[in-house]
């Protein structure tokens, strides 16, 4: 499996995770979330869960609006809570 935007694999021999990064930033703000092959089921599972939230956060940021440039702490919020839940 290869990384995707927004999205990348993470596969050593040495450490103990193995799993999908995401990580996307918007309007000033960053996110970033681990998605276990472990607590998944599978790197499958855990892709297509990455890539779920993903898209969740992409709809949410998408229809925010910007104050002074930067996201709205209530859509930071609610991009976190996004992340909580995945």
Known sequence: MKSKRN?????????AFQ???LC????????TKYFSDKSYGGGRKSLKAA??????IKATVAKS???QGKLSD??????DKIL???
């Open 7 to 15: 999205l990348t694999r993470f596969t050593y021999e040495n450490t």
């Open 19 to 21: 799993g999908w990064r």
């Open 24 to 31: 996307i930033s918007r309007g000033g703000a960053t996110f």
């Open 51 to 56: 890539e779920a939230a993903l898209e969740d």
């Open 65 to 67: 609006r910007l104050v």
């Open 74 to 79: 209530t859509t930071v919020r609610k991009v």
């Open 84 to 86: 909580d839940k995945a």
